[in-house]
Every structure is written in C-alpha cells, then in structure tokens.
C-alpha cells in the first residue's frame, strides 16, 4: 500500500507556471504507475498525465506541450511542471497510484490517491 501527499497548488494569472509534487510514503515506489488527474467543480474527475515504472509518460491532449510529469523513484516523489497555464486548467489535482504494465488514463487502474490539490488560473 502507498500514502500520497500532494503540494505546490496555489493561485496563479493566465500564461504562468506552477509545480506539482506528490511525495509517497510505502514500500515499492518504483514498480507503479503513477498518475495526475484533475476534477473542476461540477465535472468529472479527468486524466491529465501518468508516467509508467519503467519511465514512459502519457498526457491528455488538452495539456501536451505544457505539462511535464516526471518522477524520482530514489525520493519517492512524482512531479508535474504545468507551465503556460490556461483558466480551463482550475481543478483540484490530484496524484494516484497503480500497478499494471504501462501508464494508463483510465481512473480505476489507480487504487491509491492523494487528497488534492488546488490549482487557480486567473484570466
């Protein structure tokens, strides 16, 4: 089993940049697929970006070329650099865990979460 624990939401304008950290407490960090998802009020929760075990990264459409997930096996820590920042992107943001051969979007693969984050862009 592992405890996440996300930070570094805050308030932010259009155009700028935050980072994301969610730090894991548990054995075998480096074997699980780990995730960010976000849920804006009145919508349903949605996959934003995951990394693999092995290192692969898939993102959501609407956050490629801004969105950069990584993660640090050794500090049992996965980050999301978010730069370029858009309203639409306000959401509490949430870090998962799962196992499984790759990263995937899909929510039910992640039986572990964090408690969230919030982030607000303002226009």
């Known amino acids: 089993q592992v405890q996440l624990v996300e930070s570094g939401g805050g308030l932010v304008q259009a155009g700028g940049s935050l980072r994301l950290s969610c730090a894991a407490s548990g054995r075998s960090f480096s074997f699980y697929n780990l995730g960010w998802f976000r849920q804006a009020p009145g919508k349903e929760r949605e996959f934003v970006a995951a990394?693999?075990?092995?290192?692969?990264?898939v993102y959501a459409d609407s956050v490629k070329a801004r969105f950069t997930i990584s993660r640090d096996n050794a500090k049992k820590t996965v980050s999301i650099q978010m730069n370029s920042l858009k309203p639409e992107d306000t959401a509490v943001y949430y870090c998962?865990?799962?196992?499984?051969?790759?990263?995937?979007?899909?929510?039910?693969?992640?039986?572990?979460w964090g408690q969230g984050t919030q982030v607000t862009v303002s226009s």
């Open positions: 998962a865990a799962g196992g499984g051969r790759s990263a995937t979007p899909e929510k039910y693969q992640y039986p572990y």
């Open positions: 990394t693999s075990w092995s290192g692969s990264t």
